[in-house]
């Protein structure tokens, strides 16, 4: 498969730009205990927590989980998700992932790093359901230098 790459911008995460594919796990304006606050809940399914390392710097897949939302809080390194909503995995957003974030249910995703490997924390239901949408070229990024 030649690798032609991708021409997707990098989206610094905000709460507007990330809304379409999920939501940042933040404190609210006002929470009513100033300590603490859930800010997510999933009634119906047990869930797990675990860690995740990335290596790789190309994409050539997304993933998706019809029935689970999934976070991913950055512990090491440096990385991107790509997300794209539940009915167009071929319009790729691309977010610095460094801060954490919580994907809704359906929602395409994958993460590559810019450093040698990025480490997350990620919750989601104890059972997933995971479905792959493959893309006809590898997805990768490349920062370089400004040009003098």
Known sequence: MPDTGVNIPLELLSEEA???FGRLIQFSQHPEDPRFEVVIREEIEPWRIAMFRVRQRTAERLECHPTSMESFEPVSGIG???CAEPHAPDQLHAFLLDAPVCL????WHEVITLSDEAIYKIT???EVHS???TFPFPVRFQITAPMK
């Not at 809704?104 to 929602?107: I, T």
């Open 80 to 82: 991107v998700l790509l």
């Open 104 to 107: 809704y249910k359906a929602v």
């Open 131 to 133: 479905e792959f949408h």
């Open 124 to 126: 989601e239901n104890k």
């Open 18 to 20: 990330f809304a379409p």
